[in-house]
Every structure is written in C-alpha cells, then in structure tokens.
C-alpha cells in the first residue's frame, strides 16, 4: 500500500516535470535511470530515497522542499474538495497546461488576466 507523503513526493515530481515541459524520459536520463523508475515515483508506488530525491530536485531545478509543500494542507483537508475542481489538481494535464500558458503571457497582461478570470469566478 503506497503511503500519502510517497503520493504527495510523486504529484509534485510530476507537476514540476510537467511546468518545466520535460518528459519522463529525459528526467530519466538527467537523473541516470529508466523512465519506469520515474513512472513509478510519480503515482507513488515506488518511494523515492533521499538521495534520488536530491538528484530530481537538482534535475527539475527546485529546492528539495519544493516536493513537500502543501503537504500539511493535503492532510488537514482530508477529503474534502471543492466540486468544481479535480482532487488531484497536479495531476490534471489540462490544468498544468493552462498554468504553463498563463506564465508565458507577459507580466502586465497576466495581473489584466488575472483580474479577468477573478471576477468571472466571482459571477459564476
């Protein structure tokens, strides 16, 4: 049985490889092993060791942390989600896509953006 913090590691692997536009393959290859290997942490059923860790984090150029915030706020809120959104928002490809897509827009546009899709929300 996989453990949350081992499924929660794995979301964030994916989501990060997935921000930066990288495939499992050429994860794989930065880090000096198969692409099963990363498969296999990404959805938790295979946990990642430290020191592997410390390779992807170096890989995906984020802090090693950066694969356990929001862990505390996973836990707190247990099963509950919102309706309209997916339970597992990292693991959403849609979603990603659109953040990947919000942060090319140049800075001035995405704060008009931003306002835009707050005020809609806010109407809906």
Do not use: C
């Not at 802090?63 to 706020?73: A, D, T, W, Y």
């Amino acid at each position: 049985m996989t453990h949350p913090v081992d499924v929660h590691v794995g979301k964030r692997v994916r989501h990060r490889r997935w921000l930066v536009g990288m495939t499992q393959q050429q994860l794989a290859e930065r880090v000096g092993i198969k692409f099963q290997q990363i498969q296999k942490y990404e959805t938790g059923a295979n946990r990642v060791s430290a020191s592997r860790l410390w390779d992807i984090a170096d890989a995906l150029e984020v802090p090693v942390s950066f694969f356990f915030e929001g862990i505390e706020n996973e836990q707190e809120a247990g099963t509950e989600t919102l309706s309209a959104m997916p339970a597992d928002i990292l693991g959403d490809k849609e979603a990603l896509d659109l953040v990947r897509s919000y942060y090319a827009i140049p800075e001035n546009q995405r704060r008009r953006l931003f306002e835009l899709a707050r005020v809609l929300s806010d109407v809906a």
